[in-house]
C-alpha cells in the first residue's frame, strides 16, 4: 500500500538542470521526513538530501548550493531540484521514507554527459 514513485531523470549535459519528483501515497506523508539517495555503478548508495516534516533541509557536501530538496504536503509530493550539474552526479537516484521500516522508490536514472 506504501508507494514512492519517482519520476523526471534523464539525460543532461553538464552545467544543466533537471527537477526530480517523489509522489508518495499510502501512509500520512506530512508526518514524515523524506530524503533522496543516489547510487552511482560500483558505488555505495549515498544521503543527498533530507527534509524534515517541519522543512528543515540538509544536504550531502558534494551537493550543497547546487541541489535544493523540498515537499508539497496537499500534493504528498518531495522534490530534488539540481542545479549545476556534473559528471559525477550521474546515479540511479532513489526517495526514501525513514521509519520503523525503510521504504523506498524504485529509482530514475540521471545521466550527466556532453
Known amino acids: 500500500q506504501i508507494q514512492l514513485v519517482e519520476s523526471g531523470g534523464g539525460l543532461v549535459q553538464p552545467g544543466g538542470s533537471l527537477r526530480l519528483s517523489c509522489a508518495a501515497s499510502g501512509f500520512r506523508f506530512s508526518t514524515y521526513a523524506m530524503g533522496w539517495y543516489r547510487q552511482a555503478p560500483g558505488k555505495p548508495r549515498e544521503l543527498v538530501a533530507m527534509v524534515t516534516k517541519d522543512d528543515s533541509t540538509d544536504y550531502a557536501d558534494s551537493v550543497k548550493g547546487r541541489f535544493t530538496i523540498s515537499r508539497d504536503n496537499a500534493k504528498n509530493t518531495v522534490y530534488l531540484q539540481m542545479n549545476s550539474l556534473k559528471p559525477e552526479d550521474t546515479a540511479v537516484y532513489y526517495c526514501?521514507?525513514?521509519?520503523?521500516?525503510?521504504?523506498w522508490g524504485q529509482g530514475t536514472q540521471v545521466t550527466v554527459s556532453s
Open positions: 526514501k521514507r525513514p521509519g520503523p521500516i525503510d521504504y
